[in-house]
């Protein structure tokens, strides 16, 4: 870490003839500054996916007495190595989208029922029936651009830019969930919060949604695949099944696959087109107007 990175990573420089110290890891470095608010914890400075898929350096991520385990690193290789993992901690991931003018805390229920897998297929369901977020995910003209930072001599990144106030908005917010959830105990229930940008730009107002247990199913066919039904999802199948108890039914089901969990995430069901066709031992799916619905 170099001098000029001091300014976005708030590790304040030392005095001009010490900065050499500056070119360690962060973490490290962070360590030592909190060392200095009488904060004893442990830097890791290996990628956090390999540290979760090794068993030795995973005992090093997580103590008996850790509460939860969040990750702020807007990865998806680090979201996706903490779904697959079976340790009992919880996990909380906040995040900003678009510039920052749409933040995101998510945290999983009891048992880690839902997981971060689940809870942000939820946000992408919202996002169907909210434009101002569907347009903050999913922006006009294909995917978001990131922009090419340039910091100091010959060093830079790809990322989105925003300005450290606008980032401090919703740190604030996001450090009073943690303190709050710390203090108070964690939901049973999962929690998606979505924090929205005022129109003067100067505030945050946060939503709450809260995301039911899902059901899980193990597949037969393909070992290792898992089948994640939203509660929202599981209640319509077993109207539809009671509604046609007699003959074979089906519809469409809404949601995404993740090759990296080997999971089919399953939040919601359309009812089948009316040119369907049911029986005793056979459903056809049809497809009037299913382009429309």
């Given at each position: 870490?170099?001098?000029?990175?001091a300014?976005?990573?708030?590790?304040?420089?030392?005095?001009?003839?010490k900065?050499?110290?500056?070119?360690d890891?962060?973490?490290?470095?962070?360590?030592?500054a909190?060392?200095?608010?009488?904060?004893?914890?442990?830097?890791?400075?290996?990628?956090?996916?390999?540290?979760?898929?090794?068993?030795?350096l995973?005992?090093?991520?997580s103590?008996?007495?850790?509460?939860?385990?969040?990750?702020?690193?807007a990865?998806?290789?680090a979201?996706?190595?903490?779904?697959?993992?079976?340790?009992?901690?919880r996990?909380?991931?906040?995040?900003?989208?678009?510039?920052?003018s749409?933040?995101?805390?998510a945290?999983?229920?009891?048992n880690?029922n839902?997981d971060?897998?689940?809870?942000?297929?939820?946000?992408?369901?919202?996002?169907?029936?909210?434009?101002?977020?569907?347009?903050?995910?999913?922006?006009?003209g294909?995917?978001?651009?990131?922009?090419?930072i340039?910091?100091?001599?010959?060093?830079?990144?790809?990322?989105?830019?925003?300005?450290?106030?606008r980032?401090?908005?919703?740190?604030?917010?996001m450090?009073?969930?943690?303190?709050?959830?710390?203090?108070?105990?964690?939901?049973?229930?999962g929690?998606?919060?979505?924090g929205r940008?005022?129109?003067?730009?100067?505030?945050?107002?946060?939503?709450?949604?809260?995301?039911?247990?899902?059901?899980i199913?193990?597949?037969?066919?393909?070992?290792?695949?898992?089948i994640?039904?939203s509660?929202?999802?599981?209640?319509k199948?077993?109207?539809?099944?009671?509604?046609?108890?007699s003959?074979?039914?089906?519809g469409?089901?809404?949601?995404?696959?993740?090759?990296?969990t080997?999971?089919?995430?399953v939040?919601?069901?359309?009812a089948?087109?009316?040119?369907?066709?049911?029986s005793r031992?056979?459903?056809?799916?049809?497809?009037?107007?299913?382009?429309?619905?």
């Amino acid at each position: 870490m170099a001098p000029h990175n001091a300014a976005r990573h708030a590790i304040i420089p030392a005095e001009p003839d010490k900065q050499i110290m500056l070119m360690d890891m962060k973490a490290r470095l962070l360590k030592e500054a909190l060392a200095g608010l009488s904060q004893n914890v442990t830097a890791i400075t290996d990628d956090i996916v390999d540290v979760f898929h090794s068993r030795a350096l995973s005992k090093h991520a997580s103590h008996n007495d850790t509460w939860a385990i969040v990750n702020t690193t807007a990865s998806l290789r680090a979201r996706a190595a903490l779904c697959t993992q079976t340790f009992r901690h919880r996990v909380i991931e906040a995040l900003l989208y678009a510039n920052g003018s749409l933040g995101v805390i998510a945290a999983e229920g009891a048992n880690r029922n839902p997981d971060i897998g689940d809870i942000f297929t939820e946000l992408y369901a919202l996002a169907s029936g909210d434009d101002k977020i569907r347009q903050q995910l999913y922006p006009e003209g294909g995917d978001i651009e990131l922009q090419r930072i340039i910091v100091g001599e010959g060093c830079g990144s790809a990322t989105m830019q925003v300005s450290d106030g606008r980032i401090s908005m919703y740190a604030a917010g996001m450090s009073e969930y943690l303190l709050s959830r710390q203090q108070d105990g964690l939901p049973t229930e999962g929690e998606l919060l979505i924090g929205r940008l005022s129109g003067t730009g100067i505030g945050v107002s946060w939503e709450h949604v809260p995301v039911a247990p899902v059901r899980i199913v193990r597949t037969e066919n393909e070992t290792g695949w898992t089948i994640r039904l939203s509660a929202r999802a599981h209640e319509k199948i077993e109207r539809e099944v009671a509604h046609w108890s007699s003959v074979e039914t089906g519809g469409v089901l809404l949601g995404r696959q993740d090759e990296v969990t080997r999971s089919f995430y399953v939040i919601d069901v359309l009812a089948a087109p009316e040119d369907s066709q049911r029986s005793r031992h056979k459903f056809v799916l049809g497809v009037k107007d299913l382009r429309r619905t």
